[in-house]
């Protein structure tokens, strides 16, 4: 089995290889959970030291099913009322890997939420996400979608140092808006992880540009994954999950069946490309500046 180097958020020289889990998703969420399981264990075989699933990876995308599949996300009771996550604590713990845990519908005193959950390489819980932007379309001949139908947004960004990098979370329509992820970059972010569910329409035109674009943007690292696509589902995913360096440079990619993506991610080149075009040094504080107006600092 591959190995990779040691690194933390403050080691900004570090490579560690990470896999993103293209995962097929059905309706039986027992099968879904096991399947996650045995795909993240694939992934550790095969050197892997960060382990990103997709949006929705415990059931099918549809406002029908979140509330069908949704869990109430626990620790203080290792997670009893939660298969997904209890999974991902233990399979993290085993195998001795970092899960950006995609994002599953949680329930939380009454609502709905699209939520992430970060483990550490012991199996320990080092963060928790709720989408911030829920996804409210309306492209008429082509799809509509209405997220709030079901969901609550989230309040807090995320960001947690992890063994290998300073990781922050989005999920999928978050990667819309530009100001998170300064946000992220502002906080010492060197990947920011989007686990979504692009559709048919937006796609083909959006997917990767986003991701090239908060990666050029920040100069750091942008992984996304998605669930693979089923043609037979009533929403339909692009797929194309990638790995997107601090220059915009696609580093892996796939289609849309499902596979499992690994690459390794050279955190020195964050601080290369700094230095190369150094955007943040050239920015004019005195016409414009980034607010972070949120209390988890």
């Not at 180097?5 to 990470?18: L, P, V």
């Not at 690292?221 to 339909?236: H, K």
């Amino acid at each position: 089995m591959a190995t990779a180097t040691n690194a933390t958020a403050s080691d900004a020289s570090g490579k560690f290889k990470i896999a993103l889990c293209q995962l097929a998703v059905t309706a039986d969420k027992a099968h879904n959970i096991a399947h996650a399981r045995d795909v993240i264990g694939r992934a550790a075989d095969q050197g892997a030291r960060l382990v990103l699933l997709p949006e929705m990876w415990n059931c099918p995308y549809s406002n029908d099913n979140f509330p069908t599949y949704a869990e109430e996300i626990s620790p203080e009771d290792s997670f009893a009322s939660s298969p997904s996550a209890a999974m991902l604590a233990d399979v993290a713990g085993r195998r001795g890997v970092t899960i950006v845990g995609g994002s599953i519908p949680e329930k939380r005193e009454g609502r709905l939420y699209n939520t992430c959950l970060v483990f550490g390489s012991k199996g320990e819980l080092k963060g928790k996400f709720s989408k911030l932007h829920l996804f409210d379309i309306d492209i008429p001949g082509k799809i509509t979608f209405k997220e709030s139908d079901t969901l609550t947004r989230g309040e807090q960004p995320l960001v947690v140092d992890t063994e290998v990098a300073r990781v922050a979370v989005g999920i999928c329509y978050d990667i819309r808006f530009p100001e998170l992820a300064m946000l992220y970059a502002a906080r010492g972010a060197q990947l920011i992880c989007y686990p979504g569910a692009f559709n048919m329409t937006t796609g083909p035109l959006h997917w990767q540009l986003l991701q090239q674009a908060r990666a050029v943007d920040n100069q750091l690292f942008v992984a996304t994954c998605s669930p693979a696509r089923d043609d037979s589902a009533s929403y339909r995913a692009w797929g194309h999950s990638t790995l997107v360096g601090p220059f915009g440079e696609i580093i892996a990619t796939t289609e849309h069946e499902e596979d499992l993506v690994l690459a390794e991610v050279d955190l020195s080149q964050i601080d290369t490309r700094r230095q190369n075009m150094p955007i943040d040094m050239q920015r004019r504080a005195d016409l414009y500046q980034l607010v972070d107006k949120t209390t988890d600092q």
